[in-house]
């Protein structure tokens, strides 16, 4: 049987062409992954707003695949409101499902304090109003943002061509002087490859989406992580 250890539901955008990919080739033995797609194609905050609008559809579809927990893949997607909408999307997916459920939004949150981070240097795919939603989605929760970088992308699919040695380059330009650590936001920005790596290089220890929502969504099934993504997974 898959999922013999655990089963793991997934709610993303339709245009995320990375979050998959990067769960799949890192999931613990005995984990499978179930999915369930929301229509993304452009990353703003109405698209992203409207795109929820399908979180029950799309948990209604999981729950039948008797997943054990549900995470909500979309970093933005789970902050566009501001403080206490992925609390919210954490709600929303429990209550149909009657199953634990984590959001990329809150994950990081939960992350930053794992590793005790207060300041942050951050690199996003984004256009400036989502960069400027998150930064203050992550004021109010108590975090400092010393320097916060965007590549100025809207269409999701874009996003996803991305490779990771540009996630890598961008994150490496950042000023990290008087951050705890980096944070790279986006669960279709590809990341895993270079997480280690750049943790060596910036002597910091460094938070991705898809980084934080699978250690979250472990941590939520009782699966013990041996991973080689960073840091947070030494916590």
């Not at 979180?55 to 997943?67: F, G, S």
């Not at 979309?74 to 501001?82: A, D």
């Not at 000023?175 to 910091?204: P, W």
Request: proline content about 4%; some cysteine.
């Amino acid at each position: 049987m898959y999922g013999w250890r655990s089963r793991l539901g997934l709610i993303l955008p339709s245009s995320n062409t990375t979050n998959e990919p990067e769960f799949y080739n890192h999931l613990p033995d005995g984990m499978s992954l179930h999915t369930a797609r929301m229509r993304l194609e452009n990353a703003n905050a109405k698209a992203l707003e409207d795109m929820a609008n399908e979180v029950e559809r799309c948990t209604d579809l999981l729950a039948t695949a008797d997943v054990d927990a549900i995470a909500y893949g979309c970093t933005t997607g789970s902050l566009v409101k501001g403080a206490g909408y992925d609390e919210e999307i954490e709600t929303r997916i429990e209550d149909r499902a009657g199953v634990p459920a984590v959001a990329t939004a809150a994950s990081i949150k939960r992350a930053f304090d794992a590793l005790n981070l207060r300041s942050l240097a951050i690199a996003t795919p984004y256009i400036q109003d989502l960069n400027e939603r998150e930064e203050r989605f992550l004021q109010e929760a108590g975090y400092e943002v010393v320097d916060l970088q965007g590549l100025e992308l809207e269409a999701n699919s874009a996003i996803g061509d991305r490779t990771p040695e540009t996630t890598y380059r961008q994150a490496r330009m950042l000023n990290h002087g008087d951050a705890d650590g980096v944070f790279i936001s986006c669960t279709n920005y590809r990341t895993f490859e270079i997480v280690e790596q750049l943790e060596t290089d910036l002597d910091k220890p460094v938070v991705t989406s898809n980084q934080a929502t699978l250690w979250d969504a472990l941590q939520t099934v009782g699966v013990e992580p041996d991973l080689p993504l960073g840091r947070l997974f030494e916590c």
